[in-house]
């Protein structure tokens, strides 16, 4: 069946605005659906421009997949449409599609052009995502990373308070619903825009900061950037921190803070760099004492405290350019977000926080061996975070970490293998093997009975030999 490409618009704003017809002039049902549901979730001119890159995919679907033995249809389970969308990303729009270590598909392009290609991957995106909805798809949505959905679940998960609504997405506790969290795509465009790597690339923060500079941030952007990163708290925590939450801590490298559900109570504590403490001293003496009413310095205040005459736990730290406390809002949209496209990335500035949870599970893992100890300081972390579900939150990382520390694994056991073969290979017994003539090298076969001869009394070959699993064969190797 070929689709073509009619596309009918009703007037009127009830039922379907637009009809899709294939070319048996028959209702596609499916993409009719899509294109109600993306029109309200859109528009009605990005609802029809995604309707007619997907109708060529459904045309490649049916027509050319016709004849092959593993013919799809678009509600085949997950693992088969992401194979059917890279072959056809491959196959039609001309791109090189590889997979990441962590398990994602990075899309290159080698014809066609960039807007076909985004526009595809994001319509393919949300009409799997519609028919999850409308209950037309029984599987988990093929278009996301599973490690990068996890944490959105765990996020929300943990946002949501018994008897309480949604935390509100000006909050900066949860992602906006119409914006996905970094990069969840399981295919992902490198070239046009930053690809990161999930939440572990250690660049992360350093792209944030060069695009603040690209637009202008001054001592109170980057002091709360750094802060952010450092420290691992919500961009709501870190914008509502007051004079008060630091002095308490010493107005050195940490500061009180209150949590997501604490109603203001200060029940953890945020920590950052000596020289963050350095800049966001400067920051207060400069830049936000200009716009203070009472244009003081922190030895000012600190001075009228001592005389009853200020409370420090009214005076917040980052002032708007208004003398008013700045919030979570004003500085995502005025700040964040402004330096993530110039840094061509698309992330919410909750995302700190993982990749901040992310880099310590790392370090622990990386800097400590006995599990005991592991444990200890995965249970300090989960103290520091402050998470109600402790162990389960942490989970949800470690599922990352499991396929990571195989890896690493492997990696010292080929370091091992490495080495034996070297240390063999550096043996004099070893060189007398072609000493008599370096250009004229032993025969495979010669070289294999000279080996099965030395077995026993060359250790670093025993151990090869272990690994190959020819240990104990006495005829060697077939």
């Known amino acids: 069946m070929g689709l073509g490409c009619r596309i009918v618009a009703r007037a009127g704003s009830g039922g379907h605005t637009v009809l899709v017809f294939d070319r048996r002039n028959q209702l596609h049902f499916p993409l009719t659906i899509f294109a109600g549901e993306a029109t309200k979730r859109t528009s009605s001119g990005t609802a029809r421009q995604y309707v007619s890159v997907l109708i060529p995919f459904f045309d490649w679907l049916e027509i050319e997949q016709s004849s092959r033995k593993d013919h799809r249809r678009w509600d085949?389970?997950?693992?088969?449409?992401r194979q059917g969308i890279s072959e056809y990303l491959v196959e039609r729009l001309k791109c090189k599609v590889r997979e990441h270590r962590v398990g994602f598909q990075l899309v290159s392009l080698t014809g066609g052009t960039w807007t076909t290609v985004r526009v595809f991957l994001s319509a393919i995106k949300l009409y799997y995502r519609v028919m999850q909805v409308r209950n037309y798809?029984?599987?988990s949505n093929p278009l996301v990373d599973g490690v990068?959905?996890?944490l959105t679940q765990t996020e929300d998960r943990l946002a949501a308070d018994a008897g309480l609504p949604r935390v509100p997405e000006i909050s900066g506790v949860v992602a906006p619903r119409p914006k996905q969290r970094l990069s969840d795509s399981y295919f992902k465009l490198v070239g046009e825009t930053w690809v990161p790597q999930v939440i572990d690339d250690p660049q992360f923060p350093v792209r944030i900061q060069a695009g603040g500079r690209i637009v202008g941030w001054h001592l109170r952007e980057q002091c709360v950037v750094r802060i952010i990163f450092e420290s691992g708290g919500r961009i709501s925590e870190v914008?509502?921190?007051?004079?008060?939450?630091?002095?308490?801590?010493?107005?050195?490298?940490?500061?009180q803070a209150f949590s997501k559900g604490s109603h203001?109570?200060?029940?953890?504590f945020l920590r950052f760099s000596a020289e963050t403490a350095k800049l966001l001293r400067r920051y207060f003496d400069t830049e936000r004492c200009r716009l203070d009413s009472n244009h003081y310095r922190v030895d000012d205040y600190l001075q009228a405290a001592r005389e009853k005459r200020a409370d420090l736990y009214e005076v917040p730290l980052f002032l708007s350019h208004q003398g008013t406390p700045l919030r979570p809002k004003t500085f995502r949209d005025l700040y964040w977000n402004r330096a993530c496209r110039e840094a061509g990335i698309e992330a919410d500035v909750h995302q700190a926080r993982h990749w901040y949870v992310t880099q310590i599970i790392r370090t622990i893992y990386e800097t400590t061996h006995?599990?005991?100890?592991i444990n200890r300081r995965l249970r300090e972390l989960i103290e520091y975070m402050g998470w109600k579900s402790g162990w389960e939150t942490l989970d949800a990382y470690q599922h990352y970490f499991d396929p990571q520390r195989h890896a690493e694994i492997q990696n010292e056991l080929h370091d091992r293998m490495d080495g034996a073969l070297k240390q063999?290979?550096?043996d004099p017994s070893r060189r007398q093997l072609s000493r008599d003539n370096p250009l004229n090298p032993v025969s495979p076969t010669d070289r294999a009975d000279q080996i099965t001869g030395d077995r026993d009394r060359d250790s670093d070959l025993?151990?090869?030999l272990t690994l190959g699993g020819q240990r104990g064969n006495s005829t060697g190797p077939d």
């Open 424 to 426: 063999a290979l550096e």
């Open 148 to 150: 990068s959905a996890t």
């Open 239 to 255: 914008v509502g921190l007051t004079l008060g939450d630091w002095a308490a801590r010493g107005l050195l490298q940490e500061t």
């Open 137 to 139: 798809y029984e599987y």
């Open 370 to 373: 006995s599990e005991s100890e």
């Open 76 to 81: 085949d389970p997950p693992e088969a449409i």
């Open 264 to 268: 203001g109570k200060r029940v953890k």
């Open 462 to 464: 025993e151990y090869l």
